[in-house]
C-alpha cells in the first residue's frame, strides 16, 4: 500500500507544477489586459483541476489499499475453522474442578418413562402357513461393510417372499474399500438364520447341482436383473417373476438398497424378522462379545453396570473422504491427499468439482475428532469416573488425537484393550468380523453415541429402539450447531455445559421416534416391527 501511495505521490506531484503554471499565465493575462472578470472562472476551473487530479490520483490508491488489506485480514465464517484445542485449553481446568462430581449416566433418559412402552411383536404378526411350490431360485450379491450387507440379506427374504422364491444365502462382493473375504457363515449364523425363516421364506446354502448344472456351474450365466435402486412391489412383479418363472433362477447384482422403504405389511414383516430374529451373529463372534460386554460391565460397576458406547468414525479414510481439515498442516494434507488417491483414484480432482473444507465443517459434515467427543461428554454431565467403550476402526494418528479423550475419561476401551491378542487373532484382516464385535458392545451400553452417520450407527439405534422399549437412548448431536461452540476459546465453561445439555435433552426427545414414509425399519422398528405393551 506504501508502494500505490508512492506512485500516486508522484504522479499527483507531477499534475500539480503545470496546474500552477497555467494559474500564474492566467492571472498575468488577466492583469495585463485589465479583464478581472475573466479571472474568477479560470480560477474555479483551475481550482477544480487539482481537487479532481488529486482526489483520483491520491485517494483511490488509498482506498485499494485498504481494501486488500481488510481481504488479509477477513475472518473465516463462525464454525469454519478447527479450534477445539483451544477451547480445552481454556475449558480443561473447570472440567478438573468438576471430576467425579456429576454422572449423566444415571440420568440421560427421561423420554422413556412418558407414554406406552413398545415391545418386540413380530413374531405374533406375521402368519405361519405351509409354504407354496416355489417359482424358483434368487440369488444376490451383498456389498459393502457389515451393515450394508445386513441391510441386504433382509430386503434379499423380503424380496424371496414377495416372489415366492427360493433364497441362496448372499454372496459377500469383496470390496475394495474393505477388503474382507468372509463368506456368510463367517459373520452370521447361516444355519439359525435358514431354520428361523423356514416357515416364512425358503432359504438354501447354494443352488442344487441340476440348477448349477443348467447353467454350466456359472453364476454369471444366470441372468442379472440390474434392478434399480428402491424398487417398488409392482417392479419385482411385473419384470423379476416373469424372468424366475421362464428361467428358474435369476441374479440381483448388487443388491443394496435394491426394495422400495414402503412396502405392503407383510413384506415389511419379513424385513422385520430378518433383522431383528433371524439374524444373529456366528458362534465366534458371539462367543468373544459377550464377554466384551461382561468385561464392560464389570469395569463399570461403580455405575451400576452402565457404561457408554461410542461410534468414532475418525479413521484415515473417513477423515480423507470428508476433505476436513484439523490441525496437521502440510503433513496432514499430503497424507490425505494420497489416502484419496488410493481409496478414490482421481474421484476428487474431476474438472468443476469443487472442494471446500471450511464449508463441509459448517455444514456439519466433518468427522468428530475424539477431544470434540470428550468435551461434549463431559460438558453433558459425564464425568471422568464414566466408562467409555470405542467402536472404530484404527484412528488416524492415534497417538496424537486420542490422548485427550484419554485424559478426560481415563476408562476407556476398545476392542483391542478389552481383548486380548488372542482372543482378535482370529478376526484380525476381517473388518465386518471385528465391526460385529464393536455392534454387540455398543447394542449393550446404556448410552450410544453416533458422530458421523452411516449404516453402523441406523441399524444400531434402529437395534437399540427394539431392545429398549421403543427408544434408541443414543446421542446424535448437531454437528452445526456444535462446532459453532467448539469455535469460540472465550467461551464460558457454564455456557458450554447448558448447550451440551440442550443437545443430550434433544436426543432424548428423539430417541422415541415412528418411521415415516421415506425412512427405514432398521432405523424406526415402529410401528412395523413392534405393538404398545398392552398389545403385545
Known amino acids: 500500500m506504501t508502494a500505490m501511495r508512492g506512485r500516486g ?168 474399500v474393505w477388503r474382507d473375504s468372509s463368506k456368510f457363515s463367517d459373520i452370521f449364523d447361516e444355519d439359525y438364520f435358514i431354520e428361523s425363516l423356514k416357515n416364512h421364506v425358503r432359504v438354501v446354502k447354494e443352488l442344487p447341482e441340476d440348477i448349477l448344472q443348467h447353467f454350466d456351474h456359472n453364476l454369471s450365466n444366470i441372468v442379472n436383473m440390474r434392478t434399480k435402486a428402491f424398487s417398488s412391489k409392482s417392479y419385482y412383479l411385473q419384470k423379476v417373476l416373469p424372468k424366475l418363472l421362464e428361467l428358474g433362477a435369476v441374479r440381483i447384482a448388487p ?37 466384551m460386554v461382561d468385561r464392560m460391565v464389570k469395569n463399570s460397576s461403580m455405575s451400576g453396570g452402565k457404561y457408554v458406547s461410542v461410534h468414532l468414525r475418525f479413521e484415515e479414510d473417513m477423515v480423507a473422504f470428508s476433505c476436513c481439515t484439523y490441525e496437521g498442516g502440510q503433513e496432514e494434507k499430503i497424507e490425505m491427499d494420497n489416502a484419496r488417491e488410493r481409496g478414490w483414484r482421481g474421484k476428487f480432482h474431476k474438472p468443476g468439482r469443487v472442494i471446500s473444507p471450511e464449508a463441509n465443517r459448517r455444514d456439519g459434515k466433518c468427522p468428530l475428532t475424539p477431544l470434540e467427543v470428550g468435551m461434549m461428554l463431559r460438558g453433558m454431565g459425564f464425568d471422568n469416573g464414566t466408562s467409555v467403550y470405542i467402536a472404530s476402526g484404527k484412528i488416524y494418528n492415534a497417538r496424537k488425537y486420542m490422548a485427550p479423550l484419554r485424559l478426560l475419561f481415563p476408562l476407556l476401551e476398545t476392542k483391542n484393550t478389552l481383548a486380548s491378542a488372542n482372543e482378535l487373532a482370529p478376526f484380525k484382516g476381517h473388518s465386518s468380523r471385528l465391526a460385529a464385535l464393536d455392534y454387540t458392545v455398543s447394542a449393550h451400553s446404556e448410552v450410544f453415541v453416533t458422530t458421523q452417520g452411516g449404516n453402523f450407527p441406523h441399524f444400531l439405534m434402529g437395534h437399540r429402539r427394539y431392545l429398549y422399549g421403543g427408544h434408541s437412548k443414543t446421542i446424535k448431536p448437531d454437528k452445526k450447531k456444535l462446532v459453532l461452540f467448539l469455535d469460540n476459546p472465550d467461551i464460558r465453561w457454564d455456557r458450554f455445559k447448558r448447550h451440551m445439555q440442550d443437545m443430550l435433552h434433544h436426543s432424548d426427545l428423539k430417541g422415541i421416534g415412528f418411521r415415516k414414509p421415506n425412512a427405514s425399519l432398521y432405523t424406526f422398528p415402529m410401528p412395523d416391527c413392534m405393538c404398545q405393551q398392552a398389545e403385545a
Open 9 to 176: 505521490g508522484r504522479k499527483a506531484a507531477s499534475v500539480r507544477p503545470g496546474v500552477e503554471q497555467l494559474i500564474h499565465v492566467a492571472v498575468a493575462a488577466a492583469l495585463r489586459r485589465r479583464g478581472l472578470m475573466l479571472l474568477v472562472p479560470v480560477l474555479y476551473v483551475s481550482v477544480l483541476l487539482i481537487s479532481v487530479g488529486k482526489w483520483n490520483l491520491e485517494s483511490e490508491a488509498v482506498r485499494v489499499g485498504v481494501a486488500a488489506l481488510r481481504r488479509r485480514t477477513a475472518r473465516p465464517l463462525p464454525g469454519s475453522v478447527y479450534r477445539s484445542s483451544l477451547v480445552f485449553e481454556k475449558l480443561w481446568p473447570f472440567m478438573q474442578a468438576e471430576a467425579n462430581s456429576t454422572n449423566a449416566l444415571m440420568t440421560a433418559w427421561h423420554q422413556k418413562k412418558l407414554g406406552h412402552r413398545w415391545k418386540a411383536c413380530i413374531r405374533k404378526r406375521l402368519t405361519q402357513t405351509e409354504l407354496p411350490p416355489s417359482n424358483g431360485f434368487l440369488i444376490v450379491e451383498a456389498n459393502g461393510g457389515l451393515n450394508q450387507q445386513r441391510l441386504s440379506i433382509c430386503d434379499a427374504v423380503a424380496v424371496a417372499g414377495l416372489l415366492n422364491a427360493t433364497l441362496v444365502t448372499p454372496i459377500f462382493h469383496l470390496n475394495s
Open 255 to 291: 443388491f443394496s438398497n435394491r426394495l422400495a422403504l414402503s412396502v405392503p405389511p407383510n413384506i415389511q414383516g419379513l424385513r422385520c424378522f430378518a433383522n431383528f430374529e433371524a439374524l444373529r451373529f456366528s458362534e465366534p463372534i458371539k462367543v468373544l462379545a459377550e464377554k
